[in-house]
Each structure stands twice: as structure tokens, then as C-alpha cells.
């Protein structure tokens, strides 16, 4: 089966079948060629329902996964979105297909440095990243119109929230680095809504908003 055969099939069956019904959605990941943000050793699997290791410690995320918190956004095409995690720079081609700028930060250089890559090679100037702490976003840009977070935080960041636009969305896991909530956040008018939509395993968001780490990875 070809890569463009396993997409369709993923779609199909790990998204489509599951409720995944935004046809822009459907179309970005049928769009994007996953295969190509994985080892290449790997690449027989980048379009199995199960996360892959990318290096340093950290995962792509099973397609579902990535399907279900981006459709929590309900991007239109106008959106200003800050993601948390640049990881293999997938999510952030995903993000890209759907908004009209993506902001990305990634606390290890060598990941940040391949997901710059693999976006690039993919033709998308939407898409701007930097290294930092995670757990800070990325100020200079704010306000933003949606924030995905990639990392389990222990609770929600304080300078996210202060980032997040007034009726502005925010997907991220929440909880022990065992396992998780991934919770929608929305800001409207001052006030704060949570609500929980599945349990999910994320790796740590680490910094002085997320979980402990050495000060060298604190910005």
C-alpha cells in the first residue's frame, strides 16, 4: 500500500469512524504527509493509530490524538494560533493548513531544528517558530485567537491564559505525568470555561509553569 493509500485509510479509519467530521480537518490530513515528520526508519508506521518516538525523549502523537484537540479549535482560516511543542513539526503542518499563522515553541534545539526543516520543505510560510519554555508561550505575539499544548501541564499555565484572546480557545492535557485530562479552555469576557474531553497520555511540559526542570531549560 502507498503512503497515499495508508492517509486515506487513516482518515477513514481512525478519524472519520471516530467522529472526526470537520471536512477541512479531514482534507489538511489527508493533505499532509505524516510519513515524512517520522525516523525514517519508522516510516512503515507513521499512519498506525499509536504515537511514534521522534528523538529526545519525545512523541508524535497518534493521529486521532492530533485530529481531536485541533478540531477543539475550530479553526476557520482566520486564526492567529500559538502551539506549545513544535516536536516534528507535524502538528504545526496541520495547524498551518487551517489557520492563518502559526507561532511554535520548542525547548530542545535539535527537535526544534528538524520540525523547521520539515515544515520549510514543505512550502509553508505561515508557520514561525522559536526555542523557549514552552510553559511561558511566546509573548511577543499575543494576544492569540487559539493555543495548543502539546505537553501535560499540572495546571493551567498562568502566562498561556494571559496570552489567550478574549473569546479564544486552548487545547492541553492537564495532570500527572502518568496520565491526563485534556481539557478545552475558553476566555469570554474575563471569565474561564473548562471542559474535560478525554483521558490522554501526554509527555511533561516542563518550566516554570509546567513541571520541574533543570534552570537551563527555563527562558
Known amino acids: 500500500m502507498t503512503f497515499d493509500e495508508q492517509r486515506e485509510r487513516m482518515v477513514q479509519d481512525q478519524l472519520r469512524a471516530r467522529g472526526i467530521a470537520d471536512e477541512r480537518l479531514l ?28 528523538g529526545a525523549g519525545q512523541t508524535i502523537s497518534q493521529p486521532y490524538m492530533v485530529a481531536l484537540m485541533t478540531s477543539r479549535l475550530g479553526l476557520q482560516g482566520h486564526e492567529r494560533v500559538l502551539e506549545i ?3 516534528s513539526g507535524y502538528q504545526a503542518a496541520i495547524l498551518a493548513e487551517l489557520a492563518l499563522e502559526v507561532f511554535s515553541v520548542e525547548r530542545v534545539p535539535e527537535l526544534l531544528r528538524i520540525a523547521a526543516g520539515h515544515v520549510s520543505a ?22 492569540y485567537d487559539a493555543i495548543l499544548v502539546t505537553a501535560a501541564a499540572p495546571d ?14 486552548m487545547v492541553l492535557p492537564i495532570g500527572p505525568p502518568e496520565g491526563q485530562m485534556l481539557v478545552e479552555v475558553r476566555k469570554q ?21 509546567g513541571w520541574a526542570s533543570p534552570p537551563a531549560t527555563d527562558t
Open 156 to 169: 493551567l499555565p498562568e502566562p498561556l491564559l494571559a496570552q489567550l484572546g478574549d473569546g479564544g480557545v
Open 122 to 143: 514543505l512550502g509553508y510560510l505561515n508557520v514561525h517558530f522559536t526555542a523557549g519554555n514552552g510553559s511561558l508561550g511566546w509573548p511577543e505575539h499575543a494576544p
Open 85 to 87: 511543542g513544535a516536536g
Open 27 to 54: 482534507v489538511a490530513f489527508r493533505k499532509v504527509p505524516r510519513h515524512l515528520f517520522v525516523p525514517l526508519e519508522l516510516q512503515p508506521q507513521a499512519y498506525t493509530d499509536h504515537p511514534l518516538p521522534i
Open 189 to 209: 469576557h474575563g471569565t474561564i470555561m473548562q471542559r474535560e474531553i478525554a483521558s490522554c497520555v501526554f509527555v511533561p511540559l516542563l518550566g516554570r509553569y
